[in-house]
C-alpha cells in the first residue's frame, strides 16, 4: 500500500507553479489570422477595459495583432467584436486571463475559419477548435 501523506503537498506545489507563471510571462503576444479564403475580408475591432485596439480590417491571409502585459491581479482581458460576410458582430475574448493563463502563456493566437475559429493550445502546440460560429 503507498502511504496518502503525500497527496497533501500538490496544492502548495500547484499554487506556487501559478504564481510563477504569472511573473514570468509579463508579455503575451495575441494575433488574429483571417484564412476565410476567397478573398473575403474580416473586420475586427479589439479592446480592453485600458486600451481600444481600433477597428481594424484584415484582408484574406493577412493578420493583426498586438502585445501586452498581464496584470497580477489575473484580470487582463481583451475582447474583440468582428464580422465577415455570414457572421455580424461576433464577440468574442482573444485574451481572458481565466481561460488563457496557462493556454496562451506567451502567445494566442487565433485562425478564423469559414467553419469557426481555432486557437493555438500553447501547452500542446495544437491548435484547437474553440467556436462555431452562431446560425
Ligand atoms: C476586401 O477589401 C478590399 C479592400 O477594401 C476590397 O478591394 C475587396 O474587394 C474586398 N473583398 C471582398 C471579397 O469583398
Ligand atoms: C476598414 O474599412 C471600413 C469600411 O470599409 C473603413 O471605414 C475603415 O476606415 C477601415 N479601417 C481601417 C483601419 O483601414
Same mark, same amino acid.
Given at each position: ?11 502548495? #506545489? +500547484? $499554487? +506556487? #507553479?501559478?504564481?510563477? %507563471?504569472? +511573473? ?11 484564412? $476565410?479564403? %476567397? ?8 479592446? @480592453? ?16 495583432? &498586438?502585445?501586452? @502585459?498581464?496584470? +497580477? ?22 485574451? @481572458? ?29 495544437? &491548435? ?6 452562431? %446560425?
Amino acid at each position: 500500500m503507498k502511504p496518502p501523506g503525500r497527496i497533501g503537498y500538490t496544492p502548495v #506545489f +500547484v $499554487l +506556487v #507553479f501559478c504564481l510563477c %507563471n504569472i +511573473v514570468l510571462s509579463d508579455k503575451v503576444h495575441t494575433s488574429i489570422m483571417n484564412r $476565410l479564403g %476567397n478573398g473575403r475580408n474580416l473586420t475586427i475591432h479589439c479592446q @480592453s477595459k485600458d486600451d481600444d485596439l481600433g477597428q481594424q480590417n484584415i484582408s484574406d491571409g493577412s493578420e493583426f495583432g &498586438w502585445d501586452f @502585459s498581464v496584470n +497580477v491581479g489575473g484580470t487582463t482581458l481583451f475582447y474583440c467584436d468582428m464580422e465577415w460576410e455570414k457572421v455580424q458582430q461576433y464577440h468574442f475574448d482573444a485574451y @481572458s486571463f481565466a481561460r488563457d493563463f496557462t493556454r496562451c502563456e506567451s502567445q494566442c493566437l487565433w485562425l478564423i475559419s469559414t467553419e469557426g475559429m481555432y486557437g493555438l493550445n500553447g501547452q500542446t502546440g495544437y &491548435w484547437e477548435f474553440m467556436y462555431y460560429w452562431p %446560425n
